[in-house]
């Protein structure tokens, strides 16, 4: 038994995949690939799966990874060559390797935003680095407090830890490095539904780039 | 693909993926390749549409031609509609994103009559008028089959025709037919007629109903060279016909997510209440190795991890211990479970069990559905309390601790002896857990009781009955609540007002149209939901278009009345509904169709061929 790491991208519809479905969705698609997947051992045995970081509802990404657990000796590219043909449709496998990192070494995570500007290239962009240029861009967060959810004003710019705005024909297109992992989260959907707001309610799309480490090393 | 515009809503509804497509085994031809476009609709949400087994049949076997492309389409929920309505989106089909103006066919399964609001409701929201005389251009042509088409005439205007019976071979024949009138670019009046040729097509506008002074029908006229009668279709053979290789596997999570298959066709049981058991006779059975290997196929192309055999009554199936052998050959492997339902108390053999125990061990169900042996008689559900107790204690030694049981209130010659019946008989289960001397340490038993209110439906032997009122109903169940006496025992019941309204729309007739079109103008969709049912909005649908629903639901039938649906014809002799009817009234049971053939006329669809009779005959 050993594990590997399969990495993905979640395009197109499979974006609205949330992150339980795509679990089910990934087992039967190991299933139907025939890996020889190790099974727990208990009274009700089940494969092994874990998702280094589920990815909202709603958001595209070039970087997911999913861990399992694999019996027999087959090698990664033997695994990848089961799996490749046999996800569901949006979900591409990328490449199988074995395991660098522990997922709770995530710190951070790159995504970009695209608002789809019609015509308003120019105003957009300048709305924009006008907000992220300031020292306080408020906004509300879900949180928790106890066993109570409750909203939190938090200030985005501490949390940014780099950006670039950059327009091409009618889409402008942010970059921005959050907080992302198991301790500190920030969800780029808080920056984008701010500009959002102050755009007239412009719709964009969101991708996870990559995700990396504490020394903003790629997470591998 | 779904449009922009589509797309934009999306982030604002819950569970989106319900109106994506997209999903594995999911069919995209190019439209125009094809000569016939088919948007198939259940008329509820995503994930109780996903679950249905008949979608899944139809949809493949619609696809299985180069010349059709059938699509889905479900009753978006209501934060969906919203938004639609809201952006003028008409109603698409998953496949493809196109509005269902773009289509030739429309098909509604008609699994219960709860779901008719939801059909008008899709129809408006496509932009398509609701009544079939409003809509005067050949395409789209809207039909319904299933269940409740065995009495469309409720929602017999909204239609342009129904197909009775088995889908799979009628639905080829009508394709065949609309792509020729397509060609010929014939009028859609001339294409009802020539569709009112074809052996199992019912076209209501060619019948004309006659009402007698008290409402109930006086005659009924067949128009412009329409069968006097329609005549059900039935599948011959199972092993032969159409199957699904693939199922669509949702992304969501559904109701039933697993492979299902259905191992035989119709009942050999005879339970009077029963409309199922009536409707899909005669039996027939599938072979074990063609069930065998389907499932496997299934499994390998879906990554199912449980399989389902379906049927009415799946321990009947006559080679069940050689299918379960054959299947445990191989699912242990693959991981894969075997759910069984639809089992029954008299025949669940300790073979039977030990093969569930291999599988996985999910909760007991047992249907007794009336309290005392009395009323089990008159029904005719032949399982006495011995089979019962004897199932019970196998069960309890076999290392289960809890036990769901069905019961219906209001079943016909029900006294509230028989309702208290029901307490005593669970009280009896739980004795028998606790007189059972390898009872495992420290666990207590449930027993669930789940009590569901009996509405009286066309071709059984209670057609003619009057349906126990809401008050009725509901004074029954504090009696049952008030005859349990202990916490080992759970009841729970379903609300009176839904069984009462289904009682109406299950033996209507025309009359009642205007009061579902009234009830959906008004906001009446989703009525099988608790949260959407409206039930003031449709008792005052009823008295805006004067209509009494007590006419339909409690009133006692003479046998000589003409009924809405005489002019369909399910194979089933009137004479012995009749004669069924009476011995219920005796208390008399008929011996299922194995030990001797009652003769219920229906294998005469199948030239006189059942395969209950088989064995006994050979």
Known sequence: MRCVRVWFKKMGMSRYVSHLDLMRAMTRALRRAKV???????????????????????????????????????????????????MPPGIEII???????????????????????????????????????????????????????????????????????????????????????????????????EIQKRADGIAYTLIRKQLLTEGMEQFA | MISKEVEKILPLVQKPGRYTGGELNSVVKDKSKVDLRYAFCFPDSYEIGMSHLGIKIL?????????????????????????????????????????????????????????????????????????????????????????CACNPEPIADFFDLFMLGDGEEVSDELFDLIISCKKENVSKAEFLKRAAQIKGVYVPSLYEIEYNEDKTVKAVKATQTAPEKVTKRIISDLDTVHYPDKFIVPFIEVVHDRVVHEILRGCIRGCRFCQAGFLYRPIREKSADTINTQCKRLCETTGYDEISLSSLSTSDYTHLEELMEKLLSWTEDYKVNIALPSLRVDNFSEKLMGYLKRVRRSGLTFAPEAGTQRLRDAINKNVTEEELMNTAR???????????????????????????????????????FYRNPDKPKGKGVQVSISVSSFVPKPFT????????????????????????KTKKISVSYHKVNISFLEGVFARGDRQLSDVI??????????????????????????????VDPLFYSSRKREYEEILPWDHLDYGIRKEFLISESKKAYENETTPHCKIKCAGCGTNMLNGGKCDAMRKSMV
């Open chain 1, 95 to 193: 490449k199988v390797s074995d395991p660098v990192f522990d997922p709770k070494k995530i710190t951070f995570g790159e995504f970009d935003i695209f608002f789809d500007c019609e015509g308003n290239s120019d105003k957009i962009v300048g709305l924009i680095n006008g907000m992220l240029s300031q020292d306080e861009l408020i906004v509300q967060k879900l949180g928790k407090k106890g066993r109570h959810k409750v909203l939190k004003d938090i200030n985005l710019i501490e949390f940014i830890k780099d950006y670039s705005v950059s327009s091409f024909g009618e889409r402008v297109k942010v970059s921005v490095i959050l907080p992302a992992g198991s301790t500190t989260n920030v969800n780029p959907s808080l920056l984008a539904d």
């Open chain 1, 36 to 86: 020889p997947l190790w099974y727990t051992e208990g009274y009700n045995p089940h494969p092994y799966i874990t998702f280094a970081l589920p990815l909202s509802l709603g958001m595209e990404s070039l970087c997911e990874s999913m861990d399992m657990r694999i019996e027999g000796d087959s090698t990664n590219e033997e695994i990848f060559a089961m799996l490749k043909d046999n």
């Open chain 2, 461 to 484: 032997p209670f057609q003619w009955e009057a349906q126990d009122t809401m008050d009725e109903l509901i004074s029954k169940q504090n009696h049952l609540l008030s005859s349990v």
């Open chain 2, 394 to 432: 196998q069960a309890f030694s076999g290392g289960w601790t809890a036990v769901k049981l069905y019961f219906m209130l209001g079943l016909p010659t029900e006294t509230y002896d028989d309702v208290a019946g029901i307490a005593e008989l669970a009280q009896k289960v739980v004795n028998e």
């Open chain 2, 59 to 147: 949809y493949s076997a619609a696809n299985s031609r180069d010349d059709v492309w059938c699509e889905r389409v479900f009753a978006p929920w209501t934060d969906m509609e919203k938004e639609m309505r809201e952006k003028n989106i008409p109603l698409y089909a998953l496949e493809s994103g196109d509005p269902l103006t773009e289509f030739d066919l429309i098909g509604f399964t008609l699994q219960y009559e709860l779901s008719y609001t939801n059909i008008l409701n899709m129809l408006d929201l496509a932009g398509i008028p609701v009544r079939s005389k409003d809509r005067s251009s050949l395409t789209p042509i809207i039909v319904g089959g299933g269940p």
């Open chain 2, 517 to 546: 079109e009234y009830a959906w103008r008004h906001g009446c969709k989703f009525d099988s939901w608790d949260d959407n049912f409206l039930f003031d909005v449709w008792l005052e649908a009823f008295e805006k278009c004067g």
